[in-house]
C-alpha cells in the first residue's frame, strides 16, 4: 500500500492487485532475480532484443497496398568535419525507405468524399468594418493567399488540350517523431501530407482524419553505424 500512495498518482488499486497476484504470488518468481534490477536498462535490452529479431535491420513497417513502395534506397550527401576532398561531404545511402507515390495520393484524396468541401477555385477574403467602414484584406487560409491566387491564375493560362477542369492541390507536409509503444523506446519517422484546399478548422479536426501518411524515414542509428563508421574512415 505504501508502493501504492507514492511515487507516480496514476497508479491504481486494480494495478495494486494486479501486481500482487500476477507478479509477486506467481510460481516462476524469485526475489533473487531481482537483484541489481533498473527498469531503465530492462527496457534498454528489451529494445535491443526486439532489434535483433528484426530481419536486415527492417526499421520501417509501411501498409500494404494503396500505391506504397518499400524498401527504396536513397542517397543523400552529409556534411563533414573533418576536411574531405570532395568538397562537400561523402554521399551516404539510407536504405528501406517507404513511400507512396503523391499522384495516388492526391488522386484517392480528390475521390474521397470528403472532397466535397475542398475549394478549387481561390478568392481574397475582405472585411468592412460595420463602425468606421474601414476595408481590410483578411488572411486566414492557403486558398485565400495572393500565392495561391497566382497561381490558380497562370494555371488558367496555359494551353489546354481537354476540356477538363484546372485547380491547384495545395500539399502541406508534416513530419515529427513518433512513439510506438507505451513502454520501451521504440519509435518510428513518418511524413505526412495535408491538403490547403481544406479549412485549416477541418484539417485540425482528429475525428476527420485528413492527414495522410507518404512516407515512414528509416532510422539509421542502428542499421547504419557500421556504414557510418567505414564512411568516416574513408575521409582524407
Request: proline share 5%; charged share 25%; glycine share 4%.
Amino acid at each position: 500500500m505504501a508502493w501504492l500512495l507514492t511515487g507516480n498518482g496514476e497508479k491504481s488499486s486494480a494495478e495494486t492487485t494486479r501486481l500482487v497476484d500476477d507478479v509477486l504470488l506467481a510460481d516462476d518468481f524469485k526475489l533473487e532475480d531481482l537483484s541489481g534490477f533498473n527498469a531503465e536498462t530492462a527496457i534498454k535490452n528489451m529494445d535491443k532484443s526486439e532489434a535483433a529479431l528484426a530481419p536486415n535491420c527492417q526499421s520501417t513497417d509501411a501498409p500494404e497496398g494503396d500505391g506504397w513502395k518499400t524498401k527504396v534506397d536513397v542517397k543523400i550527401q552529409v556534411p563533414l568535419r573533418e576536411k574531405c576532398s570532395e568538397g562537400n561531404g561523402k554521399m551516404f545511402t539510407v536504405p528501406d525507405l517507404a513511400y507512396r507515390p503523391l499522384v495516388s495520393v492526391i488522386r484517392a484524396a480528390f475521390a474521397d468524399p470528403i472532397s466535397k468541401w475542398f475549394h478549387l477555385t481561390p478568392f481574397k477574403r475582405i472585411w468592412k468594418s460595420p463602425v468606421t467602414g474601414k476595408v481590410q484584406r483578411l488572411y486566414d487560409e492557403l486558398y485565400t493567399s495572393d500565392a495561391w491566387n497566382k497561381a490558380h491564375d497562370d494555371l488558367q493560362k496555359q494551353r489546354r488540350e481537354d476540356d477538363l477542369e484546372r485547380v491547384i492541390a495545395g500539399l502541406m507536409f508534416w513530419s515529427d517523431a513518433t512513439h510506438l509503444a507505451q513502454f520501451g523506446h521504440a519509435t518510428a519517422w513518418p511524413v505526412y501530407l495535408f491538403f490547403g484546399n481544406l479549412s485549416k478548422y477541418k484539417r485540425a479536426s482528429a475525428s476527420l482524419r485528413l492527414c495522410h501518411p507518404v512516407a515512414f524515414i528509416p532510422s539509421v542509428s542502428l542499421c547504419l553505424v557500421d556504414a557510418s563508421l567505414a564512411m568516416t574512415c574513408s575521409v582524407v
